[in-house]
């Protein structure tokens, strides 16, 4: 039988032995992120308080933030002077504590990482409540835990992960009371993918990716609910359940099957390291290793060794659920560009309604290899719809309102016309077998060059200026696009390759995540997928970031 709240107030107004005024504050001990309940430091968190601080001071004599803490009687007998059965809830007594000795709080640490900041050294003291250890029950200690109060305000990860907790344990009312700590909006996206109105709704395959990282808590401290994950329509979300299916794969591997031993500091010195391919990274993941700073609860030294090979042997740049919402920031305007291609309200995912409009041609076969043709519809759909995806990866700066990182109005001017751009893309569509115009006669768009050309042509006769015939200047454009395209470039080996650089740079992580900058999007815009394979493509895509 759940005990209800009255039932728990009782029960922690009998466990109460009183208030005491501690000045030790390096003493407390918190509970760790695999506590149910419980929340990983987050220096952000640490900074807003201290932001309160200056406004409303540390308020050290309210006793809603006085913190609660258990201890049993014979500790508590051992560490004062005075009668236990002197201490006082209003009234809390001073505690000094002897060396040696701490005091395990059920929350609070964000406040006291504030307090030791802002408080001048001579005045470090805080108020806890204790109660007594052997009266407190699970439900009492949650309860605690999860207290609300103006310094306790808990993250989206952590809020998903403990509603997950009592759902999975057939727990609703814990789940419930989780639940009401988000926004109608944010609870609103979780339903989405946990209660979605469709038995055979592909959100489940989602759904099941999500609850297996719940066994890497550290992984949920960037998690984000409201970036409206369902609302992408990517094809039956197998991107994102891929992407997650990956991150998990990844740290299964990395803490080579040992999930508690993933901390919350070995995450982020970790994730968006690339040793496989980087000199500079396989140093810096031995130097943590070596200071101890990599999984530090794991203190057996083979088990270690185990560890750093894992790490130096991963093959890819691992990932992490801050990786995963990054790189969700460049394929939404992809998502965007093709939703637009598409009828207004067409049904199902992006994926679906291409395939509904795809009719394979024999144009569409593709030599994957000397003797091999690929002839299988599913597979030259799947070639065709890639096909499109990078093409609006290429051109989303154009298409969309989206902008590569350190966009500027000069580097605007260096992106092609809108109109000549979706004229391409639908060309394209065409072209891969696509039929979304009731005309199946679409022409293929100018090059690039007769644009150029016949642009230059109007500069020097403003028609504005001059009387003459626009077809003249698109039959000259087309002959001298003609004759450029029949010469032959010259092969010239690059001294270095793109986008490395013969001096050292600080290793960001926004090199390996998320949305292009200017410094990669334009200088490779010359570069061609046609005549590679699919995994080539991507490959190619990767590596600008990885050589930075």
């Given at each position: 039988m759940v005990p209800s709240d009255l039932d728990i107030a009782r029960q922690l107004d009998a466990a109460s032995l009183g208030?005491?005024?501690?000045?030790?504050?390096?003493?407390?001990?918190?509970?760790?992120?695999?506590?149910?309940?419980?929340?990983?430091?987050?220096?952000?968190?640490?900074?807003?308080?201290?932001?309160?601080?200056?406004?409303?001071?540390?308020?050290?004599?309210?006793p809603l933030t006085w913190i609660p803490c258990e201890v049993s009687k014979s500790v508590l007998q051992s560490l004062l002077t005075v009668d236990p059965k002197?201490?006082?809830?209003?009234?809390?007594?001073?505690?000094?504590?002897?060396?040696?000795?701490?005091?395990?709080?059920?929350?609070?640490?964000?406040?006291?990482?504030?307090?030791?900041?802002?408080?001048?050294?001579?005045?470090?003291?805080?108020?806890?409540?204790?109660?007594?250890?052997?009266?407190?029950?699970?439900?009492?200690?949650?309860?605690?835990?999860?207290?609300?109060?103006?310094?306790?305000?808990?993250?989206?990860?952590?809020?998903?992960?403990?509603?997950?907790?009592?759902?999975?344990?057939?727990?609703?009312?814990?789940?419930?009371?989780?639940?009401?700590?988000?926004?109608?909006?944010?609870?609103?996206?979780?339903?989405?993918?946990?209660?979605?109105?469709?038995?055979?709704?592909?959100?489940?395959?989602?759904?099941?990716?999500?609850?297996?990282?719940?066994?890497?808590?550290?992984?949920?401290?960037?998690?984000?609910?409201?970036?409206?994950?369902t609302d992408l329509n990517c094809p039956e979300i197998k991107e994102l359940c891929a992407y997650?299916?990956?991150?998990?794969?990844?740290?299964?591997?990395?803490?080579?099957?040992?999930?508690?031993?993933?901390?919350?500091?070995?995450?982020?010195?970790?994730?968006?390291?690339?040793?496989?391919?980087?000199?500079?990274?396989?140093?810096?993941?031995?130097?943590?290793?070596?200071?101890?700073?990599?999984?530090?609860?794991?203190?057996?030294?083979?088990?270690?060794?185990?560890?750093?090979?894992?790490?130096?042997?991963?093959?890819?740049?691992?990932?992490?659920?801050?990786?995963?919402?990054?790189?969700?920031?460049?394929?939404?305007?992809?998502?965007?560009?093709l939703k637009k291609v598409l009828p207004f309200k067409f049904k199902g995912t992006i994926r679906q309604a291409m395939l509904r409009y795809f009719i394979p041609t024999p144009k569409n076969r593709i030599q994957c290899q000397r003797t091999i043709l690929m002839k299988e519809n599913e597979e030259l759909f799947c070639s065709a719809y890639r096909q499109c995806f990078l093409f609006a990866m290429r051109h989303f700066f154009g298409l969309t309102d989206i902008h590569p990182r350190g966009h500027s109005q000069s580097s605007k001017s260096q992106s092609l016309e809108p109109s000549d751009l979706w004229k391409r893309l639908k060309f394209l569509l065409h072209h891969l077998g696509f039929v979304l115009d009731r005309s199946r006669n679409v022409k293929a768009p100018p090059s690039t060059e007769c644009i150029a050309i016949q642009t230059l042509l109007a500069r020097l006769r403003p028609p504005e200026l001059f009387e003459y015939d626009h077809a003249i200047l698109t039959e000259c454009s087309n002959h001298v696009a003609t004759v450029l395209s029949q010469i032959k470039p010259r092969i010239i080996s690059a001294s270095r390759p793109l986008q490395s650089a013969d001096v050292p740079q600080n290793w960001t992580l926004a090199h390996r995540c998320g949305m292009t900058d200017t410094d990669t999007f334009f200088p490779t815009a010359s570069i061609s997928f046609c005549g590679i394979s699919i995994r080539q493509m991507m490959n190619r895509v990767r590596a600008l970031r990885r050589l930075r």
């Open positions: 208030s005491v005024k501690v000045r030790e504050l390096n003493r407390f001990v918190f509970e760790d992120i695999d506590v149910r309940g419980s929340r990983v430091l987050n220096q952000s968190r640490v900074k807003n308080i201290i932001h309160r601080f200056n406004h409303e001071g540390c308020r050290r004599l309210d002197n201490l006082r809830i209003d009234l809390p007594t001073d505690l000094q504590l002897p060396e040696g000795s701490e005091l395990h709080c059920l929350q609070g640490q964000h406040r006291i990482a504030a307090a030791v900041e802002w408080l001048e050294p001579n005045d470090l003291w805080w108020n806890l409540i204790l109660y007594d250890s052997e009266k407190l029950n699970d439900d009492c200690r949650n309860r605690l835990r999860e207290a609300e109060n103006g310094f306790q305000i808990f993250s989206d990860g952590e809020i998903f992960r403990n509603v997950r907790h009592y759902q999975l344990r057939g727990e609703e009312k814990p789940a419930q009371e989780w639940l009401a700590k988000w926004s109608p909006t944010k609870c609103r996206d979780f339903n989405r993918i946990y209660e979605p109105k469709k038995i055979k709704d592909k959100r489940k395959d989602l759904a099941n990716r999500l609850d297996a990282l719940l066994v890497f808590p550290a992984l949920w401290i960037h998690w984000f609910m409201g970036t409206h994950l997650l299916h990956k991150i998990h794969s990844a740290w299964v591997s990395l803490t080579c099957g040992n999930s508690q031993a993933l901390d919350p500091g070995t995450l982020e010195l970790l994730h968006g390291r690339y040793p496989r391919l980087s000199l500079d990274d396989q140093r810096f993941i031995q130097q943590i290793f070596h200071d101890n700073l990599a999984f530090p609860r794991v203190t057996d030294p083979a088990s270690r060794s185990q560890l750093l090979q894992a790490a130096l042997n991963y093959s890819g740049i691992i990932p992490s659920v801050h990786l995963f919402f990054e790189d969700i920031k460049y394929l939404k305007p992809m998502t965007d560009i």
